[in-house]
């Protein structure tokens, strides 16, 4: 299914029942008082937080939402049944903005329910307008209009582990090594054009798309990836050993780039805890020279890991290492 983490909606609450004109009938009252009931109450529009990231791929083709109109009222002064509320399910981190009064809406716990729009209240039976000098009222009005209103609905997600890195670090192989999410894969940049998701001992594994230099301002994928890295609780950045080939500055200067591009971005992105995987130890070969990198990396006081996805002892090796920081 598509992964999808924007989305524009219209909304629209129930309209309240209408009032109805009715007459007591008694035995031996030829002509009783007035007991027309109250229209119904619409049903409102609401929002409910599911653990499902991919449920916005849903409403792709289903933009327009209206909750139950209330029903009309009743003789023996009963109101009408309320229409039934529409509950909107949304994943987890999904920040909802009504266009048209700029109040937002934060999805931050699974089952959270949000009250986005109130249904219209009943119109009043005959009932209501008995009096003294009105003793057969006739009268009774309609229901109002529910609130209607646009959304914007963004998707923040929340994962335990966010890979970050130049396109092409490995990030994508790594997911699908550690987790079988069977998430997409090229030898070019930018395969992965959105978030993948895989689940690491009961943690959630965020495989977010390759960065590069510029990213915090908008260039190649942009700050439509870097948002989805601030509700991560740890970033395992990697990098390859390929940069120190091809890179001018090497690994190092390619690390930075990230580092800055967290940080000029804000939200606090830089200041996550950060475990570093040096990448595709197998283009390098030479022993001596990859612990040495390693002792560089070492020295920015992460934990720093090697790895080549082409030997399952070091991939088995990491994944240990790594369930052991997440517990």
Same mark, same amino acid.
């Given at each position: 299914m598509a992964f999808i983490d924007e989305l524009n909606i219209h909304a629209k609450a129930g309209r309240g029942g209408t009032g109805v004109v009715r007459w007591r009938r008694e035995k031996f009252i030829d002509k009783g008082g007035p007991n027309g009931g109250d229209g119904g109450r619409g049903?409102?529009?609401?929002?409910?937080a599911i653990r499902d990231v991919h449920v916005l791929a849903k409403y792709r083709h289903k933009k327009d939402f209206e909750a139950e109109s209330g029903y009309e009222g009743e003789g023996g002064s009963r109101h009408g049944r309320s229409g039934n509320d529409l509950y909107i399910d949304l994943p987890l981190g999904s920040i909802i903005t009504n266009q048209e009064t700029g109040q937002v809406y934060r $999805?931050? *716990?699974? =089952?959270?329910?949000?009250? $986005?729009? *109130?249904? =219209?209240n009943g119109g009043f039976g005959n009932e209501h307008f008995k009096g003294s000098t009105n003793v057969a009222p006739k009268e009774w009005t309609p229901?109002?209009?529910?609130?209607?209103a646009d959304f914007k609905i963004e998707l923040e997600l929340f994962a335990d582990i966010g890979l970050v890195g130049l396109p092409n670090a490995g990030k994508s192989s790594l997911l699908n090594a550690l987790t079988n999410a069977e998430a997409k894969i090229g030898d070019y940049a930018f395969t992965t054009l959105d978030p993948n998701l895989g689940a690491f001992y009961g943690r959630i594994i965020a495989d977010i798309p390759g960065l590069i230099e510029g990213a915090s301002a908008g260039k190649g994928l942009g700050t439509k990836f870097l948002r989805h890295i601030k509700r991560t609780k740890m970033l395992l950045h990697l990098v390859s050993f390929e940069n120190e080939l091809t890179q001018a500055g090497g690994m190092m200067k390619v690390y930075k780039e990230i580092r800055n591009e967290l940080k000029t971005y804000g939200d606090g992105l830089d200041e996550k805890e950060e475990v570093i995987l040096l990448t595709k130890t197998d283009v390098v070969g030479d022993e001596k020279a990859i612990a040495k990198k390693k002792k560089e990396f070492e020295k920015l006081g992460r934990k720093v890991f090697t790895i080549s996805l082409y030997d399952d002892e070091s991939i088995k090796a990491f994944s240990d290492e790594l369930a052991k920081i997440v517990e």
């Open positions: 049903g409102n529009v609401l929002a409910r $999805l931050e *716990k699974e =089952g959270q329910e949000e009250l $986005l729009l *109130k249904g =219209g229901g109002k209009d529910g609130e209607e």
